[in-house]
């Protein structure tokens, strides 16, 4: 099993950023993201730095904390066309990514209204 400091960067390369990057959008020193990726480094000092690292990493708390991802069940579960939403989406850039969601978000409260 992974540590929390190695889930923390491989979540930050998933999302394409680097250590700099991510300092910026956290409001932190770059050497702090370096610590928090570094298994004799620290970790998150508060509950609400822990979130904005996983918000920003697009990760779960319960991912960062204990390395837990959704069951084969759940994901399993999905319909056909789901998993082939979910794998297209994974192609996109993360502009095209942010796109779409914008996109979906917009047809979902129109479907609601």
């Not at 020193?29 to 996983?54: F, M, Y």
């Amino acid at each position: 099993m992974s540590t929390r400091a190695e889930r923390l960067k491989q979540a930050r390369m998933r999302v394409n950023l680097t250590q700099v990057e991510a300092a910026k959008r956290l409001a932190k020193a770059v050497s702090t993201i370096k610590g928090w990726e570094s298994n004799q480094g620290t970790e998150p000092a508060t509950l609400n730095d822990v979130a904005r690292v996983c918000k920003l990493y697009d990760i779960s708390i319960d991912y960062y904390v204990n390395g837990h991802t959704p069951s084969n069940f759940q994901i399993n579960n999905l319909s056909r066309n789901q998993r082939r939403l979910i794998e297209a989406f994974g192609h996109l850039s993360p502009a095209a990514q942010h796109a779409l969601m914008l996109a979906l978000e917009q047809l979902a409260d129109d479907t609601t209204q």
